[in-house]
């Protein structure tokens, strides 16, 4: 690492979850002004050239399970172009800070002494849900809503801790466990006809809602073979989703 003293900035923004319509307005002055933007896979990428059309593009994407840059070598590229002088911009999926690391991104920008600033973007966790009309929240439904990542199975006390809380779950990155979590759930005393919804490539052109009950969740998974990225939602909420939606519950029998 160069050790000299810093005179660039880094910006840390969120992208929101694909649909150029989006990003905030802070997003697209921070671009504009970006000598270099460090982009990820589930940033809104296509219009980056028009964004940022003075910026070095780099593309640091990740796909699930294969790393394309180490997280150290995204944090060392985001350090030396600053420390150079230069406007970083570090432009990520979602809010930077909802399982986005933006966290660690952001102390090795501070152990350096450059000047950090975040930009939060519009998180999947809700607006994926949002794009099929389904409320985290609903009055006299569910007053709260816990977003996990399903990155790792849950332990016992997490799951036993979900079921008593009673709200809207909502899980991401959790394609690959989400048969470990339905059976973890009925196990801890949710019942069967729990509905929950799985909202595949939100915002984009092939985007695809899959709904069901809890008790059909390993068929359901068979049939269906959803991949990611895609954000779970298990709750009664899923209920007060479009109408839609209301007629496949219906075919589910819940
Ligand atoms: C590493 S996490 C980053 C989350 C991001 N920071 C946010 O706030 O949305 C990536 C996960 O977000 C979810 N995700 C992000 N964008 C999505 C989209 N457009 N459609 C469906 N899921 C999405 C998926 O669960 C994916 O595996």
Known sequence: ???????????????????????????????????????????????LEEWAPRALLIDVGKTPGHHA???????????????????VVRLKGGDPFVFGRGGEELAACREHGIPTRVVPGVTSAIAVPASVGLPVTHREVSRAFTVISGH??????????????????????????????????LRHG????????????????????????????????????????AVVVIGEVVRQASVDLHSLLAEAGA
């Not at 307005?25 to 589930?42: E, F, N, S, T």
């Not at 840059?69 to 406007?87: K, M, S």
């Not at 849950?154 to 466990?177: F, Q, S």
């Open 69 to 87: 840059v180490p997280q150290e070598e995204i944090n060392r590229l985001v350090v030396e172009h600053a420390i150079t002088g230069r406007a």
């Open 152 to 185: 790792v199975p849950l332990t016992a006390d997490e799951l036993d801790a979900l079921v008593k809380l009673g709200g809207t779950i909502v899980v991401l990155m959790g394609i690959g466990t989400l048969p470990q979590l339905g059976a973890g759930l």
């Open 190 to 229: 949710m019942p069967g006809t729990m509905p929950f919804a799985i909202i595949e490539r939100g915002f984009h052109a092939d985007q695809r809602t899959t709904v069901a009950t809890l008790g059909e969740l390993v068929r359901v998974l068979g049939e269906v073979q959803p991949r990611s990225p």
């Open 1 to 47: 690492m160069p050790d000299a003293v810093p005179s660039g900035t880094v910006t840390l923004v969120g992208g929101g979850p694909g649909d150029p319509d989006l990003m905030t307005v802070g997003a697209l002055k921070a671009l504009a002004a970006a000598d270099v933007v460090l982009y990820d896979r589930l940033a809104p990428r296509e219009q």
